[in-house]
């Protein structure tokens, strides 16, 4: 496969290929051994390319690695990494941005241009790509509320728009985790408004952030959904496990809904305190809590 991949990409500027790649070096947790093909596009056309030269499920997209776990042997299919498709553009109230882009700079941009809608975005540290795969949201507001539209290739080199209302966008889900599709582009409608307001708004949610969320340690964001109104970091407490860690995966002291990566843990060690944390809850609340990240294998 490799002599195949070299062949196909060798003259090719806007793909690089970096080789038996360590994924800790691109996963938000710090864990992940390598994977043989770490391929990078530079263009949407360029990861059509890539696209079309394998199956679907001979490779893995990977956007700013904020939101999923990947363990010690790394990733055995060949990783795309969309970090460098991150154009953004603005026309009127709408915002364009490329699957690869950083929600953040995307609600950066936003505010700069007086747009108002992107503020509860500005802490989540993911792609454009992997936001939409997520619903990802925060502080009340959600991706599905600002979505115009996104588009899509699939593994035919198909190019592919949907219009939000086709996008299945609910708590934490979208079609990206139903249908084999990669995320391209996306577009978010926006209204104006206050420059000042936007920024205090922007000011307010990341100083909230940073006071409730263990911000400096390795993690990937909440660890649990929620669940039918039960925060789960109150039942993880009230159950007891606040700073409980099993081989350098622990419970946030500041928040018990995250786990963080405190001394090199690797996936198998999360995903034994994740068993401890749920078999607890359950015990104790009846609740069944079920992980936001991905283990990814
Ligand atoms: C400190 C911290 C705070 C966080 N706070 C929040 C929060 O407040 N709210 C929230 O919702 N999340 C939060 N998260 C989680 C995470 O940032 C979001 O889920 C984010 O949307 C994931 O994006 P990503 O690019 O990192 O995805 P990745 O982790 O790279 O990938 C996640 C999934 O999306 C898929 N994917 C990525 N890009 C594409 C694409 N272009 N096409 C198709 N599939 C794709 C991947 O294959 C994978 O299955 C937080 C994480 C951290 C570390």
């Avoid at 196909?8 to 080789?19: A, C, G, P, Q, V």
């Avoid at 699957?99 to 609600?107: D, P, Y």
């Avoid at 539209?149 to 966008?169: C, N, V, W, Y």
């Avoid at 209204?191 to 307010?204: V, Y």
């Amino acid at each position: 496969m490799k002599k195949t991949i070299i062949k196909k990409f060798k003259n090719n500027s806007d793909i690089e290929i970096k080789y038996n790649q360590m994924l800790k070096e691109y996963t938000s947790f710090k864990t992940g051994g390598p994977t043989e093909f770490f391929i990078i596009p530079k263009t949407i056309n360029a990861l059509k390319k890539v696209l079309t030269t394998f199956k679907q499920e001979e490779t893995f997209i990977l956007g700013s690695g904020s939101n999923i776990i990947v363990n010690k042997q790394g990733i055995s299919r060949v990783v795309v990494y969309t970090g460098e498709l991150n154009k953004i553009s603005i026309t009127n109230n709408l915002i364009t941005a490329e699957s690869g882009a950083s929600l953040i700079e995307v609600s950066k941009k936003a505010a700069n241009a007086s747009l108002t809608g992107l503020e509860f975005a500005s802490g989540i540290p993911g792609s454009i790509g992997g936001a939409l795969y997520m619903n990802a949201g925060a502080y009340g507001g959600e991706i599905k509320d600002i979505i115009k539209e996104a588009e899509f290739i699939d593994h035919s080199g198909q190019k592919i728009l949907l219009p939000k209302k086709e996008l299945k966008l609910s708590y934490r889900d979208s079609i990206l985790q139903h249908k084999n599709l990669v995320a391209t582009k996306a577009t978010f409608s926006l209204a104006k408004g206050s420059l000042k307001e936007i920024k205090a708004k922007i000011k307010e949610l990341t100083e909230k952030r940073w006071a409730k969320q263990p911000m400096d340690s390795p993690s990937a964001g909440s660890m649990f959904k929620r669940k039918a109104g039960h925060y789960p970091g109150a039942l993880i407490e009230k159950a007891g496990l606040k700073g409980y860690e099993i081989n350098g995966a622990k419970v946030s002291e500041k928040h018990a809904g995250f786990i963080i990566n405190q001394n090199q843990a690797q996936a198998e060690d999360v995903k034994k305190l994740v068993r401890k944390i749920q078999t607890e809850v359950y015990d104790k609340f009846s609740i069944k809590l079920e992980t936001e990240p991905k283990f990814i294998e």
